[in-house]
């Protein structure tokens, strides 16, 4: 992605525009305007008198605000300073865009100020792919509003923009012709709101009033609480204050509040593509910030037990008592074209989600939570046994069952060609890789706590125990790789051992599968000269078939 | 719901009901508390089905009484939805349903309905 793209965001909501603010989207440009999986705006241009602005400088506010300083012309040198135009826009439920135009000169300035404006209603998923519309767009001027618009069936969306000063109003755009006082300045605020609704509806969505310029009244203040609610602290080095402070803002953004649960956030996998619930993402993110935002842990559990899968569904490749891989609300998810309502693709959300709930507790004292979920936190263990054992050998293994839009690798590594043997060739499914044997064997060890501690099922938690002293012994005899040194990174269909070197072995160090005799040597790896890079820890060794030092 | 059930032809919507109330403490509802109501739109009149969970304990009625949440859909798809056929999510994104109220009730209610009859 271009550097010089200018993102603001709130949850799933996101503009990524260029430095002047403008949207031109674009199948090798993915600009626009997005919310809930959705482009709601893939043009919003601005011009003077018919022509374009040059940036002179962004100002990145916050997370979910910028600021453009623009001048006329588009040269390189500045052909026009007589005027200054100020984009101001602020994310939330759509966007709010305060334009504002300032005359320099002794004379009044007459111009024709323009926003051209469209959507494709794109689904996130089509925009790399460019895929043809199967519903019908339609633009409309109502009310002195300009609706942009997409049906399909009861599925529709709308873009509605409207402008506190007045405007003229056509089917791409809004005009304004302004007469501007010398040393005067114009102003206008710009509401673009993105609606969801069924066919017949036309409720409104916008959540605030044009005439103010916050996406929410509360949202600033809502950055504020939340960094005075983490630990503070305090150190005579000052890039750590900095570090930590721009760590908790950057959380913040990461947040994303589900539908259904009233508010409270989970953190997403990633800004802003993947600015949704994700099973791997959300659990491991959650882990890793619970000495400072519990909090995330906790709508975490709440909402993917929720959605923990309660039925057998090939097409979502979802089974009774499994976490789910990852949520999507576009066209692609609605119409069944794509799995993601929810798509259950992942084998490791569903240990990880036991060892979350254990670590949350550690940290939280909260086992009100460990009470309210022991029936998932039990669903999601009995899911290891009854559900994941594809190979029949007692190790978590997966091999998706939509083979058309389903993921081929469903583990910490999840791109097609992830998991190979030295010699670089693919093996078959199932496939059961290491890391999810050490999150078997770390839930297994955490549920067998719960168990006894705070669900008072004794015999359920030394059942959890054998089991995983057994899983533990096995691991470390079968997954061994003696000449190399370190655990295969998984097991193939036969059983056999994938043999190559990789960064999944880390895993393994932290779920406490590792015999004793054998951490020394996988963590001598980990920062030895075939795996550590000097930057970081290479994901496949360096000498590996498949390894690629840019790939 | 018993008290009706005799008045009405036992439709799948009934005995999908039915076999809910008639199953004491829901697992997967055991959280929930509330009140969720159907309205099923056949085209010709609304059926109201109202859905009063207490704690995974459920009781069915025709009550057009205030509710938490209110799912307001045609018939044939709460009929696909109560075989397997329809996924509730996908339904909703689509703009077939469309809750209103208290939307984690929708989300924990999904739970009991089927997944797709399998070869």
């Known amino acids: ?551 | 719901m018993r008290s009706s059930g005799s008045e009405r032809r036992r439709s799948p919507t009934a005995a999908f009901f039915d076999d809910l109330a008639g199953r004491g403490c829901e697992p997967l509802l055991r959280n929930v508390s509330g009140t969720i109501r159907f309205d099923l739109d056949d085209g010709e009149s609304v059926e109201h089905w109202s859905v009063t969970i207490a704690e995974g304990d459920v009781e069915v009625s025709h009550s057009r009484a205030r509710a938490d949440a209110v799912v307001r859909l045609d018939k044939s798809t709460f009929d696909g939805m109560i075989s397997g056929r329809v996924n509730a999510m996908a339904a909703t994104l689509r703009g077939e349903l469309v809750p209103e109220g208290d939307l984690s009730l929708m989300t924990m209610f999904q739970r009991v309905f089927p997944g797709p009859a399998r070869a």
């Open chain 1, 1 to 551: 992605m271009s550097s010089d793209l200018v993102q603001i965001l709130d949850g799933n909501t996101f503009v990524v525009s260029d430095d002047r603010g403008d949207i031109e989207a674009s199948s090798t440009d993915p600009t626009g305007l997005f919310s809930f999986d959705t482009r709601f705006l893939s043009k919003w241009v601005l011009t003077v008198d018919g022509e374009r602005l040059s940036a002179l400088s962004v100002d990145d506010l916050q997370y979910f605000e910028a600021r453009f300083f623009l001048v006329r012309g588009t040269g390189t040198v500045y052909v026009d300073a007589k005027m200054s135009v100020i984009r101001m826009r602020a994310v939330g439920d759509g966007f709010i865009e305060r334009l504002q135009i300032l005359n320099h000169e002794d004379e009044a300035a007459k111009i024709r100020v323009r926003i051209d404006a469209d959507s494709d209603f794109a689904d996130l998923f089509e925009v790399k792919d460019a895929l043809e519309k199967k519903g019908v767009r339609k633009n409309r001027v109502e009310g002195g509003r300009l609706v942009l618009g997409y049906e399909r069936g009861p599925f529709v969306r709308e873009t509605r923009i409207s402008s506190t000063a007045r405007a003229s109003v056509d089917e791409l755009g809004l005009s304004f012709d302004v007469t501007i006082k010398p040393h005067g300045e114009w102003t206008t605020n710009l509401a673009v709101v993105t609606a969801i609704g069924a066919a017949g509806e036309r409720h409104e969505r916008t959540k605030y009033g044009h005439q103010r310029m916050e996406p929410r009244p509360n949202m600033a203040t809502d950055l504020e609480t939340w960094l005075a609610d983490a630990p503070d602290l305090r150190c005579d080095w000052a890039p750590l204050n900095e570090a930590y402070r721009r760590s908790l803002i950057d959380l913040a953004a990461l947040r994303f509040r589900p539908l259904a649960m009233a508010g409270h956030a989970l953190p997403a996998a990633g800004l802003p593509w993947f600015m949704t619930m994700f099973g791997r993402d959300s659990i491991l993110t959650s882990l890793q910030a619970l000495p400072f935002t519990p909090e995330l842990a906790q709508t975490t559990l709440r909402a993917l037990g929720a959605w923990q899968g309660a039925r057998l569904d090939d097409f979502r490749d979802e089974d009774p008592g499994r976490i789910l891989h990852e949520m999507r609300y576009g066209e692609l998810t609605a119409f069944e074209e794509r799995p993601h309502s929810p798509y259950y693709g992942a084998a490791d959300a569903t240990p990880l989600y036991v060892v979350l709930l254990d670590e949350y507790e550690r940290w939280s004292g909260d086992r009100a939570l460990v009470r309210d979920l022991e029936y998932e936190a039990r669903a999601a263990l009995n899911w290891i046994d009854e559900y994941a054992d594809l190979q029949g050998n007692g190790y978590v293994a997966y091999r998706r069952r939509n083979e058309e839009t389903g993921l081929e690798n469903q583990c910490w590594k999840d791109s097609w060609d992830s998991i190979s043997y030295r010699d670089g060739k693919l093996p078959g499914f199932p496939r059961a890789t290491c890391e999810l044997q050490g999150y078997a064997y770390d839930a297994k060890v955490r549920g067998a706590r719960l168990a006894r501690e705070i669900w008072r099922d004794p015999g359920f938690a030394d059942r959890l125990e054998r089991e995983a002293a057994d899983l533990k012994r096995r691991f470390n005899r079968d997954f061994w790789v003696s000449d190399g040194g370190y655990f295969a990174i998984a097991l193939d269909a036969d059983g056999r051992r994938v043999d190559s070197l990789t960064s999944n072995i880390g895993h393994l160090l932290w779920s406490g599968i590792v015999d004793k005799s054998k951490a020394r040597s996988v963590a001598r790896h980990l920062v030895g000269p075939a795996l550590f890079s000097g930057w970081g820890v290479r994901t496949l060794a360096e000498g590996e078939g498949r390894y690629n030092p840019i790939g």
